[in-house]
């Protein structure tokens, strides 16, 4: 009568801890539910809509040609700069992965033939169009502005244009390094035609960018 009792009492306890004891199926390998969540797939855009770019960088520039007053091609031919330089700031803002619009400003200065100075800060807008390999970016843009000059009693505002391609090396999401060399086109803004002069410049500039 006791073993019987005990016997009942070893089934009973078995019942009440099966609840407890994993889920094995009938071959003896645990069930594992599958997963509820689908797998989603990132991918990496180098350049997305909606970045932004901060960018600082010193320029040196040389003098192509001068035409018109006191220029060589129209005048006495005594106005030629010599080799300069400066800085720029700009920024610029991507509507799509390759097309942004931005906006830079300049401080440059050049040494001319007559011992004096020519100071220029030209103030532009910058559609550009950018490449992207791997981590190389290869900005080519155009910009056309507003030069404001000075040279010796002169202070006249001028018109600037100019072209430009770059290569950038992105070494992290935040910044990236590089040039860019440009071919620029100042011009007077004068009464007349006699007064006006047009100047051609190469330059070449060193820079970093801050994106975010």
């Not at 932004?52 to 031919?77: E, F, M, R, T």
């Not at 040494?111 to 532009?124: A, C, D, L």
């Not at 086109?185 to 975010?212: E, P």
Request: neutral net charge.
């Amino acid at each position: 009568m006791s073993r019987t009792f005990r016997a009942w009492q070893c089934v009973g306890a078995l019942c009440a801890l099966s609840p407890l004891l994993p889920a094995y199926s009938s071959e003896g390998v645990r069930e594992v539910p599958p997963s509820q969540s689908p797998q989603v797939v990132v991918a990496y855009e180098p350049i997305r809509p909606g970045d932004q770019l901060l960018k600082i960088g010193i320029v040196a520039g040389y003098q192509l040609y001068i035409a018109g007053n006191g220029g060589g091609s129209g005048g006495g031919g005594g106005g030629k700069l010599l080799g300069g330089g400066g800085f720029h700031l700009g920024y610029e803002y991507f509507f799509t992965k390759n097309f942004s619009l931005g906006g830079q400003v300049s401080f440059e200065c050049y040494y001319t033939t007559g011992s004096n100075y020519y100071f220029s800060v030209p103030i532009t807008v910058n559609p550009t169009y950018t490449f992207a390999v791997g981590r190389w970016r290869i900005p080519l843009s155009l910009g056309v502005g507003l030069n404001i000059q000075s040279y010796l009693e002169k202070k006249a505002p001028g018109l600037i244009a100019e072209a430009s391609a770059g290569l950038y090396y992105q070494y992290t999401p935040d910044w990236s390094i590089g040039g860019i060399v440009a071919y620029t086109q100042l011009g007077d803004i004068a009464s007349s035609l006699q007064n006006c002069r047009a100047v051609g410049l190469a330059t070449i500039d060193f820079g970093v960018r801050y994106h975010f």
